[in-house]
């Protein structure tokens, strides 16, 4: 007699869908926060941490100028931003790519007539005096 397995895995829990995005307001602009994902996916490791959040800039509106300590990538899928780093700024396009290093300050303004869309990639160092 042969045992069968019951399969317990679902692709569903696997997925997050867009149209039950949980947007909120944080820096002047509208933050899913993707990962950590609570009780599915940990980000977070002993010596870092990473998280990813689909960031929208609505026209006219900004992310306020703020520093942190975390490294970030902004990995732009739509609109036009002109995102500000120490006093300089660069115009960003859908496809560019923004490294926007640690203990920097910077923000990014919708100047456009639609949304600005993006992912922000985040990480850190939790020890950074350590040697790895």
Not at 16 to 21: F, G, P, V
Not at 46 to 59: A, D, E
Not at 71 to 83: K, Q, T
Request: aromatic share 10%; charged share 30%.
């Amino acid at each position: 007699m042969t045992t069968m397995l019951m399969n317990t895995f679902d692709i569903e829990d696997t997925i997050r869908r867009d149209e039950a995005a949980d947007y909120r307001s944080e820096y002047n602009c509208h933050l899913w926060r993707l990962f950590p994902w609570k009780n599915r996916v940990e980000t977070h490791r002993p010596l870092t941490g990473m998280g990813i959040i689909k960031v929208i800039v609505r026209p006219g509106e900004a992310i306020l100028e703020h520093v942190h300590d975390e490294e970030e990538v902004f990995i732009m899928l739509a609109g036009r931003g002109i995102l500000e780093i120490e006093s300089q700024t660069a115009e960003l396009h859908a496809g560019d790519i923004a490294y926007i290093p640690r203990n920097i300050r910077h923000s990014l303004v919708n100047e456009g007539t639609e949304d600005v869309c993006f992912f922000d990639v985040y990480w850190d160092n939790r020890d950074a005096n350590s040697e790895l």
